[in-house]
């Protein structure tokens, strides 16, 4: 799978919109971009996953470049629960053995 | 309510013990994996499974071994192989061929 190039950190105040960036220069055509979050000492949440187009549900919006080579996760609205660590994941959906790998990812500090 | 139990949620154990840690979902998932992570890092897979009698190493087997005779059941026994063994342990389950997992709460390992 490709790598992922996630700044460490990243503040946003409660209440605005935050954007977090995702490098992923070298996708190859069949790969998805994956978002998951890690609140701490919890188990990692899935957040949201797109191919090309940008998609957006419950929890956030998805904004992936024309040419693929980066992403946007955006959350609305933060709050202060919304503070996790981010990870952004590449991957083959089919024919996949399913093996996501997570890097060191974003943590997100949503500050009041 | 559907998800994935993991037990215990802390287990302490002295240098030189085997222990098993138990995964358990009921979301009528194909597929399971045991991840390992460490202080401030990402997640790394240790064993996944996608059916029933079949399992595949990850990228940090050795010193694991794992087994799924039932669709619901994936536990990872932590032999004394296993050169550093204390970590926060995650299990999670996904519909075959996809990358949207679904996580436990975690097991944190801690050898004396």
């Known amino acids: 799978d490709a790598k992922t190039t996630q700044p460490p950190s990243m503040d946003c105040a409660e209440g605005r919109a935050a954007n977090l960036p995702c490098n992923h220069s070298t996708i190859s055509g069949n790969e998805y971009v994956y978002w998951y979050r890690q609140i701490h000492s919890q188990g990692p949440q899935y957040i949201i996953h797109?191919?090309?187009n940008n998609e957006t549900n419950e929890m956030a919006s998805l904004i992936i470049t024309e040419d693929r080579k980066s992403s946007t996760l955006i959350l609305p609205h933060a709050t202060l629960r919304d503070t996790a660590v981010y990870y952004c994941?590449?991957?083959?959906?089919?024919?996949?053995?399913?093996?996501?790998?997570f890097g060191k990812g974003t943590k997100l500090s949503v500050k009041p | 309510d559907g998800g994935i139990t993991q037990s215990p949620k802390y287990l302490f154990r002295k240098e030189g013990q085997n222990v098993t840690l138990s995964c358990e979902q009921n979301l009528n998932h194909d597929a399971m994996y045991w991840y390992r992570q460490d202080p401030g890092q990402g997640l790394r897979l240790i064993y996944y499974?996608?059916?029933?009698?079949?399992?595949q190493k990850g990228d940090i087997a050795e010193g694991y071994s794992v087994s799924r005779e039932k669709k619901e059941s994936f536990p990872l026994t932590v032999t004394s192989a296993q050169k550093n063994p204390t970590a926060f342990y995650l299990c999670?389950?996904?519909?075959?061929?996809?990358?949207?997992?679904?996580f436990g709460e975690g097991s944190r390992l801690t050898v004396l």
């Open positions: 499974s996608q059916i029933v009698n079949d399992f």
């Open positions: 797109g191919l090309k």
């Open positions: 994941i590449v991957r083959v959906d089919e024919g996949s053995q399913g093996n996501l790998i």
């Open positions: 999670a389950s996904s519909p075959y061929y996809t990358g949207e997992l679904f």
